[in-house]
């Protein structure tokens, strides 16, 4: 009796450990130690940043100058109304008297408000009166991510009209400002350049136009031949066939390689042959 009595005990004792033994629950080893740092993402430089986009824009236009003739924009247009975005950054009043048939309007200063609005998914023609204007403008937007960007060569006045004869229409305004939002930055980079793109246009906007008219550029010359610092970019062979007194030379494709000899003490003035790679030249130095 005495061992049955034991045998119920023992048997009592093994099922009350059983049910602590559920209720608890299993103790989890703790993880590893980690002795490493956590990796912190590198901050940007906006500076360096704006830098090596320059750098990298040059090397490029010696394969594409990034302008096109008015005849290849009318047959594109011709064949598809809406196979390029034009973007004309004349005075408003001239753009509601005349312009290229579908094309919108921002004021040149404006662009950077109106940036979200310029697609990328097809050609963009920037059109301004002779090519100059947009030739700067094509210049800050390529830095910022529009490598869908041309500028009208010779412009509208120049090139649409002058040159090629085309006719245009008087359709009142069409604002860009107005247009659904298509774009925006992809990357922290892109931010960054679009801030700075956005900074360059207001600078803009603010009466800083960036041309010199050329008598007033050979007046300051010939009073103090340092007044200037003039880059001269055509192909080398004109420049030595001729060229602005005091100038120094570069290749539009190699202004890159000297961009850190370049002085930040006086005006610099940009000399190509008509001003169009000259406003793209100034577009990206402004950046």
């Known amino acids: 009796m005495r061992r049955i009595a034991k045998l119920l005990f023992i048997l009592l004792l093994i099922g009350a450990m059983m049910l602590i033994a559920a209720g608890c629950p299993a103790e989890v080893a703790p993880p590893p130690a980690n002795d ?33 003739e008015s005849e290849k924009v009318k047959e594109a247009l011709d064949a598809d ?12 009043e001239d753009f509601e008297l005349g312009h290229i048939p579908g094309s919108v309007h ?17 050609p963009v023609v920037i059109a301004c009166y002779s090519g100059q204007t947009s030739g700067q403008t094509v ?14 060569f010779y412009g509208v006045r120049d090139g649409w009209v002058g040159k090629s004869q085309f006719t245009t229409e008087g359709t009142g305004m069409v604002a860009a400002a107005d247009l659904t939002q298509v774009s925006s930055p992809v ?16 600078d803009i906007a603010g009466g800083n136009t960036a041309i010199i008219p050329p008598p007033e550029l050979k007046a300051a010359l010939d009073a103090d031949p340092n007044s200037f610092y003039v880059l001269d ?17 570069s290749a539009w494709a190699a202004v890159g390689n000297v961009l850190d000899t370049l002085p930040t003490d006086r005006p610099i003035v940009i000399a190509c042959y008509s001003g169009q790679t000259a406003g793209q030249t100034v577009g990206v130095l402004r950046m």
Do not use: C
């Open 36 to 68: 490493e740092p956590a990796v912190e993402e590198p901050v940007l430089d906006p500076q360096a940043v704006v830098l090596d986009a320059a750098k990298a824009y040059f090397p490029k236009v010696a394969d594409n100058n990034n302008i096109i």
């Open 81 to 92: 109304p809406d196979a390029m975005f034009i973007l004309d950054i004349r005075r408003a």
């Open 106 to 122: 921002s004021g040149w200063g404006q662009v950077g408000e109106i940036m979200d609005r310029i697609p990328r998914d097809r």
């Open 139 to 152: 210049g800050i937007l390529r830095l910022a991510g529009f490598e869908n960007v041309v500028s009208l």
């Open 187 to 202: 990357d922290e980079k892109e931010e960054i350049l679009w801030e700075k793109a956005r900074a360059v246009f207001t």
């Open 233 to 249: 970019i055509r192909r080398g062979e004109d420049f030595a066939a001729g060229h602005i007194e005091h100038s120094v030379h």
